[in-house]
């Protein structure tokens, strides 16, 4: 375990977890942990390393924006993975593109109203390069990939919100004395900071740097080398969302926010075991799912509504379980598990 940053903002040593999931099974697949100071970029090398030792045919990842990188994404091309990622719009290939069509996307024509957000979409060249060893030389050329933009409005209020609450606490901290050292690279983006013996502190917004930002309110774009539509790109996005809910699930229902052990071994052992838990778990969650259990349950009341149901035994005698209601035994047969007398 190394220090690193994490959301909870402690002070702890903390580790990274890797998770893999099936995307038509919703089931974890692999997992492993990783030092709280390794970033998400260098996290992909390893795993296309071990994707390849594992011999897992038909890959398809969906990574994030942390993940990406110019390295990265040659990495998944050197191996033919099949793969969609999230993209910053500052990067210069987002912001040729938002530049073209950033007046016409929020028009109706590129509304789609069960998604209820603009979209479209862009064939690309990407600059490909391979390092071959054998022939000591870098391989160059092009590879062609879909770039998708996308503008939502919802989206747009909720990060001006935010930004202005961002400014809103930059300006609190400068004038209160009580600078931040994390966020002197915001003042000096910010704002030009005066301070004389008859006016005291002057704080003048830097405008032009808050309109780069502000021009890009409710964009955002997703890159790929096989999706070609942006409404089916951004559907298998959001299937990323399964890894989020399982995350949230260690950390909540399985006791994986703090750990608790006192050497790397126990913890070796923790999470495998709690890997194996969320295993029930996603297959319990992807039951409910295709049994249409999450109109009368949530998972927490079904667990709730099984976790009462007693089971015994005796010495020299076969195993017996307590008295059932008839919506535990409907479960049970949902769950095709067999009744014991």
């Known amino acids: 375990m190394k220090y690193g940053k994490n959301k909870e903002h402690d002070a702890l040593p ?21 030092p ?23 890959v398809k990842l969906i990574l ?4 990406y990188s110019e390295e990265n994404v040659n990495g998944l091309l050197s191996h033919h993975y099949k793969f969609l990622i999230s993209v910053k719009t500052s990067l210069r290939l987002v912001q040729t593109m938002l530049d073209e069509v950033r007046e016409s996307l929020p028009t109706r024509q590129y509304y789609n109203s069960n998604f209820r957000l ?14 071959k060893p054998r022939l000591g030389a870098v391989e160059s050329g092009t590879r062609r990939m879909y770039l998708h933009l996308y ?29 931040n050292p994390e966020h002197e690279t915001l003042y000096q983006k910010y704002y030009e900071v005066t301070q004389t013996p008859v006016r005291g502190l002057t704080l003048n917004p830097k405008q032009e740097a808050i309109d780069k930002v502000e021009r890009n309110y409710g964009y955002f774009g997703l890159l790929s080398n096989d999706s070609k539509d942006p409404l089916e790109a951004l559907r298998i996005y959001r299937t990323k969302d399964l890894v989020e809910k399982a995350i949230a699930n260690l ?59 007693e089971c015994y035994t005796y010495p020299g005698h076969t195993e017996k379980i307590g008295e059932m209601t008839k919506k535990q035994k409907q ?11």
């Open 64 to 67: 994030d924006r942390g993940f």
């Open 251 to 309: 950390k909540e229902r399985l006791s994986a926010r703090r750990e608790g052990v006192s050497s790397e071994s126990h913890l070796s052992g923790k999470l495998f075991v709690q890997f194996i838990a969320l295993m029930y778990l996603s297959y319990i969650d992807k039951l409910m799912h295709d049994q249409d259990l999450y109109k009368s349950y949530t998972l927490t009341k079904l667990l709730d509504e099984l976790d009462v149901i």
């Open 118 to 131: 603009y979209c479209t979409s862009r064939t690309i060249a990407w600059p490909y390069e391979e390092y």
């Open 14 to 34: 903390q580790i990274n977890l890797a998770l893999l999931y099936g995307e038509s099974s919703r089931l974890p697949v692999y997992y492993r942990s990783l």
């Open 36 to 58: 709280g100071n390794i970033s998400d970029v260098t996290t992909v090398k390893r795993l296309i390393d071990e994707l390849s030792y594992l011999s897992i045919e038909k």
């Open 151 to 179: 503008y939502d409005d919802e989206r747009a209020m909720e990060e001006r919100a935010a930004f202005n609450i961002l400014l809103d606490s930059l300006e609190a901290e400068l004038r209160e004395g009580i600078r």
């Open 331 to 341: 479960l049970y047969e949902v769950f095709g598990v067999p009744l014991l007398a």
